[in-house]
Structures are given as C-alpha cells and as structure tokens.
C-alpha cells in the first residue's frame, strides 16, 4: 500500500475529527464545507485571513464541553469566537484550529431585580442585553462602539469598554460570575450572584484573557437602573493639545462625567461629511456627557464649562433636546464607519495616564510627519484610552508595512509614558510580539505559567496574545 | 561529638537565619526576642495564638526582597502581616514562619489628581490615605471598620470593603496597581495608572489572595471627590424579615444609596447600652445615607421613604443634622466593641444575594434557638454582606466549639443560597476547612495551581485559605 500524501493525512484527519463532532452535534451545528467555513476565516482584522478545519455551532455549555473534550483528546486547537468583531485579531483561525462560535447561545437565563443582576449565554448581543431589562428602568453598562452586534462573550474575552465606562467601568467591573468549560471538557462555575469569593478570585484574570484559560459560556452581569436624565456638550478647541489638557483638568477637578470622547479635525472632517452631525470646524472637539437630575446636569455642565473656558474654546454648544443629544452622539458612533468611507485605516488602542493626553498627542502629531502618514484620532478621552487611527493606501506598495510599524511606535509610545497597549481590542496577533516592549520575559513567563493551568496542552486561541516565540516554544514542550 | 537535640537543632536554624536577615537589615528591624515576638502571635482573632521564629520590620521593598530571597533559600515559611487586624486568622504565624510585617512602610509616594489616584507604601492606614488626598476634597473609598488602624496591606489582601462599598465597590474595585515581591525575591509591577492590561490581567487574582501569591509592597489607589453632601436616615422595624424585605425592594427599585447597614435587638441594645446613639428599641434598624447635592439627597430619600413605609416601619428618622448623622454612624461604627462589652462573641463573615436576606435571616434565628446560642446581626445588607455575631461564653466549656460548629452552618446556608464564605475578612485559618463546601475539589486544584506558579514551595503564608490537608500535600511534594 502506498503511503498516503501530507494532504491525504490532513485530509483523514479531517475527516475524522468532523465525524467525532457530529456524534455530539446536530447536523446543522457543524460546518466543513470549504466555502462555508470562508465566513469564518477572519474577524474585524480583515488583513489576516486563513479558514479554519471546521466550525462548530453548540447551542449549550453541555455541547461545548462535549466539542472541548473531543478537542482535546485529539490535540486539535480551538479558536473561541463571539460574534467575529474583534479589531486584533483575537478570532481569527489557524489552518489546524475548529472555530467554536458560540452565536446560538443567546439566551436570557435570568432577570433578577432585586439582586441587580441579569443571567445570560454569552453569545447575546450588548445591546441586547440592555434590551432584556429596559422595560424595567435597567441597563447594562459597557457600551462598545459594535454594541448593536458584538456578543458579551467577546465582550469578557476583551474586556470590553465603550463610550459611558468612565464612570461605569469596562466588563471586568460589571461581570460577577461565569460558568466556563476548560479545553478539557471539565465545567466550572466561578463568581455568582454574590460579593467577593472565597480563596483566589480567578474571574478577574478570565475577564479579558482573550480565550486562553476556556470558553465562558453563560455570564452574571451586573445592571443598573437609568439615569433620571442626561446630557451631552460639545467643547471645540483649535488645538488638540489644549484639549487634552482641558481633559485632564476637568478629571484633576473631581468631576466625573459619564463620557468625555475626542475628536480631532480628520475625524471631525470625515464624519461631518458622513453623518452631517452639525459639529463645528476645528482643530478638536470634546462631546462630554453628565447624567442625573435636572439640577444635576445643570451643576455639573456648569462647573465643565467653566473650566473649559479657561482654555479658549472656539465653541461651546450644550444639548438642547433628545434630538440634538442623539444627533451629537449619532456623529461620535459614526466616526470610524465615516473615516473607511474615505481611507483605508488601521485603528489602534492604547491606553496612558490621562495626564499624559497633551504630550502623546503632540507625540503621535510629530511621528505622522515623519512617517508621513496622516492620523486620525477618536477616542475616550475620560479614561486615556485612545483610538489613533493611521490612514493608508492598501493599493500603495509598502504602505501598510510602514502603517504598521508607525502603530507599534504608537503603542511604544503609550507603554513608555506608563500606559498599556491594549484598552479594549485585546492583543490578538495584532500586537503580541510587542507584549515584549511591555513586560519583562519573568513577568510574561508568570503569564504563561497561569495559562498552564487552565490550559497545559496550549490549544486554546494559539498564537495569541503571547509573543509568537514563547507561545510556540510552550506548545511543543506540551506536546 | 554528642548529635544535637531537637531543640538545639530548632536554636541553630534560628540562629542562623537570624544571623542573615540582620546581614540585609537594620538593627531594630529583626525581632527574634522571645518576648517581644508574642506582640506578633496572633491578630484580631484572638482564640488561635503561635509565636513566630522570628519577625522582621522592612522599610522598602528592596529589604522586602532581601528578606523573602533568604527565606527562599533557606525554606523558610513567611507570614505577611499588615496591621494585625484580620478576623479569619489570615496573619496568624506558625512556629516555624518569619512574620514580615510591612508597618513602617507607610509612605505616600505619589498624589496625582489629574490621574485621579494615590500610590502609597501598603503599611499606610486606610483613614490615612484619604487624610493624604483630603484637603484637596478627594477620598479613598473602602471604609472597614477598622479602618483607623488596618493597613492598605491588609485591605489587599482581604479585598476589604466596608459601609460605603455598596455605591463604590470594594478594595478590587479601587485597586489599579501594585508592586509585588514574589516569594523568590522578585519585584513585579502589575497594573498601573491606566485602564486594562495586556495579556492576563493578574492584579485580580492578587487582590484578596490573602498573603499567598507574594508581598504587596506598593500599591496604587484610585481616589474620588467627596460628594456634595450625605444624609442617613434611621428606619426600624418589629421584624427581622421585614427589614430583609425593605433592602431587597430598595435594591430592586434601582436606587443605589451609599450604605445600607442592618442591625438587630440585640446590637441595637448593646450599642445603645455603649454609644448612647439614641436609637429606637425596635427588632430591626437600617440605617440607609445617601449623597450628592441637597436636591438629590431629597429626592432619593424620598423614594426609600416611600418603600419602607409600604413595610410598616415602627420609626423613620432622617438626620437633621452634620451632628445628628455623626451620632447615627456613631452607633454602627461601635456595634462591635459595645457587643465585646456584653459578651464574647464570634464574627462570621459571608456574603449571600440581596433578595435571599429574609430567608437567611429567619433561618438564622432558627439555628440560634436549636444551637442555643444567641446571635446578634450587625452588617452591610446592600450588598448582601453579613456579619452575624454568635455569643458565647468562654469560660463554659464547649461554648466555643459549639459556637464554632453554628458558624460553620450559618457560612454553609451562605453558600448553599449562592453565596460564598467570606466577604471581606478572608479564609484564614478559620474557614479552610469550609473551602470544600464551597468549591469541588477540581475547582479548587485550580486555585491551588495558580499558587504553585507564584510560590512553588508553598512557603508563603502557610497553612491559610486552602484546606489543610491539601495544603500540607502540596507543600511535601513541593520540598
């Protein structure tokens, strides 16, 4: 008998790894059709594209630790997936991975008022999660900016932020328990309902672990009830940097808005033309929201304008009604979809020290004359966790090669002022060779070691988060 | 030559350990008189007491290092020790252990309003901490009851809360960074003064770990700006449950006081007997503050009013004055100590879901009359955090057993009702034992794991928060 090809092998394993699935699966939940797993072959990253061997599609946490267990068994690795809108790549496939997408888990389990609290699968949409508690006055907090169609557990693998985090916090702030299944199949529970844990708090080194320690299936969020009412102003500047400043000043003052976001010129130009949101023209605009009472906004947005004024603002333009509140909100979420229309752009996160806005901006001003590349910056301001987005020619030779190497300098820059190079979008394989810039090899190797534990066989989302190195060393000694 | 007693073998091991650690420290920071070692035999957990072999007072965390580098080498267990005020015996030595307590660390190294955080050394005071940022109108958040005297250490440790964490969160939720020594010697910085981390964020799991991941040497804090104003209001009831009720439907109605603080008859008489606070003689007390401008305070205060009157409360009294809201807080800040006057007691420490207050409390009135024990309730019911008191008498035999027995059921009704075994004080010695009610034996192996990647010997903190059993095999395999 001759001996089979490399791609008879690849085939026959295949074959057989599709077969164990379908043993645990209904029919429809297992997809290996080489065009049909095309839709899974990348995430929001759309540079980095490879299909996967097969995707799964389980229905419960019961399913999932049957499709792990096999997994597992036949050391084949397994890329968790929300709803694919990650912007590092934290979804995207290995040629050798199952893709275990978890979209028809999107059950409420649980609504439960009195402990503030609401159960769901994690492949529930944000903003649906807010859906299923607004009839009674409640909300869920983290609103990214994909919130119409991101799944919570993307939200938890990220931990995710959005727009109102300053004064609500980002996932891991409003996540009170899990129930996980492990790479081998095996289903814990972890936080709950309840204050505090007993032992070793694992759910806050889950929170944002980028599906590296298992697959979260089921999610306790925390609700809260909506403000009585809230308010946004509009605060334009003709310099970015004074608007950094005024920024930090109104932080320094103790003030604690629910949003303070950032734009400058490009992004105000483009979205403009996109959204026709009524800003005014100029160098950089803060949109800052406060939430309360009538008398509440009023002081608040006051003590805001105030300050602001100190600065020379070329506009100050506070709501006057729900309309012109959803209009100036309507231009900040339109502002990335406005920018594609007219640029390829790579967005990036970082996140600094809020007194560190004014220099970084000038920084990133100065490093885009000598790339010569233009920048765009939209961001959340409130929490110092910025958006450049550096704008290129995807038909131009080399000029994604340069974009990409002008955003690592940008993450470098945020790490040297003492920020970190993710805020929201995770690492991915976006940025995990610059893990390096960030941590020392004992500060990365405590890292690896954790994954370990939850993960010894190093199957779950490879070559992720971790320098690409140190990741492929781990898993063959593994193996 | 005649071999060594055991002793002689005890005095030379001690000896010599000595010797080094006065190699790396100065003259009056190595304690190994046997006398002056007593002053570290226990912390507020009185009942369990052991002398350590020696203590140690670093000023920096370079001698912290230095001291945990020798302990390494040598495999000599080291219990870190804030202020000494833990309630589970999470600082208790072991005749074996070197005690290393961080007192004279009490630094703040760094206020940064624009940044809206503190960094301190972590044997700094919780009150001091917002003495250090106050005269600019800011504050540290968590508030234990101990807080003149506990240590920011400690906090960490325990993930202390206290009255106002129901609005604020507790430590974890305050918490943005520390700077660690692992038990090798290693000096780590997780977390900082910016949002998320990259990678695995670990500063979750440190928080509340009780000692056995490393020494936190420094850490730093988010601050807040004081609120406007606060106002408490007093409303009694002639039913435990009543109350339970009154918390579960304040919280189910959205409103988020401050504080929600419970106590019982039997507090309610001790207190009055003790801080002459002018409460109402009455089965039940809240004591609800709420915050913010004058308007906000009326408005909020308004809609809990209205609720508890729906309950039939025997008294509804708000605070006219800075004076009379002094003397309401009086009363619950000296519930423990007026309860100590009467009797000895033992404070539990476990945390259930709000809506399961009524049940737990009748259930724990039950207990009470089986037991016959009799058990005052004193604790921060918002967030579902209880502390009952169960007393005693120490000089009858079999009381404290009895007494520990009950303790052991009442945590375990916290747990069987989707609660957890410790809110704020920790594990300890005092409930290692009850982990395994709490968790399946694979959950905890888990925990136990992420331990061995941060202290493989098991020498920090030994014989706490894990059950002992397990905790004594890790530690042979480990040596």
Redesign the interface.
Known sequence: MDMPSPDQTVLAKKAHIVARLRAVLPLDAVIEDEIETRAYECDALTAYRCPPLAAVLPSSTAEVAAVLKICHEENVPVVPRGAGTSLAGGALPTADSVILGVARMNDVLET?????LVRVQTGRTNLSVSGAVEE???FYAPDPSSQLACAIAGNIAM?S?GAHCLKY??T??NLLGVTMVMMDG?I???G??????????????I???EG??GVVTEATLRI???PEGARPVLIGFDDNQVAGTCV??I??????PVAIEFMDRPCIRATEAFAGAGYPDCEALLIIEVE??E??IE?QLDRIVAIARRHNPVEIRESGSAEESAKIWLGRKSAFGAMGQINDYMCLDG?????QLPYVLRRISEMSKEYGLDVGNVFHAG???MHPLILFDANKPGDLELCEDFGADILRLCVEV???????HG?GIE?RDL?LD??AP???E??M??????DPKWLLNPAK??PLAASHARRSVSH
Not at 351 to 355: E, L
């Open positions: 439960d008022y009195e402990n503030r009674n006055d409640f931990n932020g916090g980002v891991t702030n095996e814990v529970e972890i709950g309902g309840h204050l505090d844990a007993g032992g070793l708090d694992l759910l806050g080194v929170c944002g672990s590296q320690l809260l009830r909506k930090s000043d932080i320094k003052a103790g003030i604690l309360g009472s008398q509440e002081v996140t600094i020290p809020v007194s929490d110092g966790n003492g920020g970190c190079l993710t805020g929201e690492v940025k893990m960030q941590y004992e500060d990365l405590i890292q070691a954790v994954k370990d534990v939850f988060v971790f």
